[in-house]
T-cell receptor, first 113, second 111 residues
Framework: QKEVEQNSGPLSVPEGAIASLNCTYS??????FFWYRQYSGKSPELIMF????GDKEDGRFTAQLNKASQYVSLLIRDSQPSDSATYLC?????????????FGTGTRLTVIP | DAGITQSPRHKVTETGTPVTLRCHQTENHRYMYWYRQDPGHGLRLIHYSYGVKDTDKGEVSDGYSVSRSKTEDFLLTLESATSSQTSVYFCATGEVYNEQFFGPGTRLTVL
């Protein structure tokens, strides 16, 4: 079982719709969770992080965490063509002080104008 | 991007040759990381550093070594490059329990 699993997609949504990206993780002791966006040929950039169960909102993005189910998701409201990218879920198991992240393979999102 | 640069940005080399990639940061972050990214595998940690001259292995460290003689520089060396090390290499920096910032990446091809 992989540390972090994501549906590779591609996920296609029409412009203005809500895109829902999902991620599961295997280590129940994981402490913090990150969503990165990566455009083709570019480096990953952080969208948001979440530590506590529940929802965290930042503009059009909402991260949701359910530690009991070992599940974290990212919702993108009012999706725009510029949101078309690969979204990487990352998990910090927190066992060392080095903030070592384990990444999923990413979900490719396409927003159709 | 937290003031992170990587050099070279592209490199083609032959099997068996040594290769060194450089990461330079201007943010004074304590931690620095080297990842490789391959289709189907995502980002995988090679080595990381938690201070000058303090380094440790990551998930896929075989065939790689690192050095950090200054806070701002983190070098990744492939002692004898193999075709399986063809990849995109990303450097990242960060602080404990905060987000990691990624450099622009180096595309390495080993023929």
């Amino acid at each position: 079982q992989k540390e972090v699993e994501q549906n590779s997609g591609p996920l296609s949504v029409p412009e203005g719709a809500i895109a829902s990206l999902n991620c599961t993780y295997s280590d129940r002791g994981s402490q913090s969770f990150f969503w990165y966006r990566q455009y083709s040929g570019k480096s990953p950039e952080l969208i948001m992080f979440i530590y506590s169960n529940g929802d965290k909102e930042d503009g059009r993005f909402t991260a949701q965490l359910n530690k009991a189910s070992q599940y974290v998701s990212l919702l993108i409201r009012d999706s725009q063509p510029s949101d078309s990218a690969t979204y990487l879920c990352a998990v910090n198991r927190g066992r060392t002080g080095a903030n070592n992240l384990f990444f999923g393979t990413g979900t490719r999102l396409t927003v159709i104008p | 991007d937290a003031g992170i640069t990587q050099s070279p940005r592209h490199k083609v080399t032959e099997t068996g040759t040594p290769v060194t990639l450089r990461c330079h940061q201007t943010e004074n972050h304590r931690y620095m990381y080297w990842y490789r990214q391959d289709p189907g595998h995502g980002l995988r940690l090679i080595h990381y550093s938690y201070g000058v001259k303090d380094t440790d292995k990551g998930e896929v460290s075989d065939g790689y070594s690192v050095s950090r003689s200054k806070t701002e520089d983190f070098l990744l060396t492939l002692e004898s490059a193999t075709s399986s090390q063809t990849s995109v290499y990303f450097c990242a920096t960060g602080e404990v329990y905060n987000e990691q910032f990624f450099g622009p990446g180096t595309r390495l091809t080993v023929l």
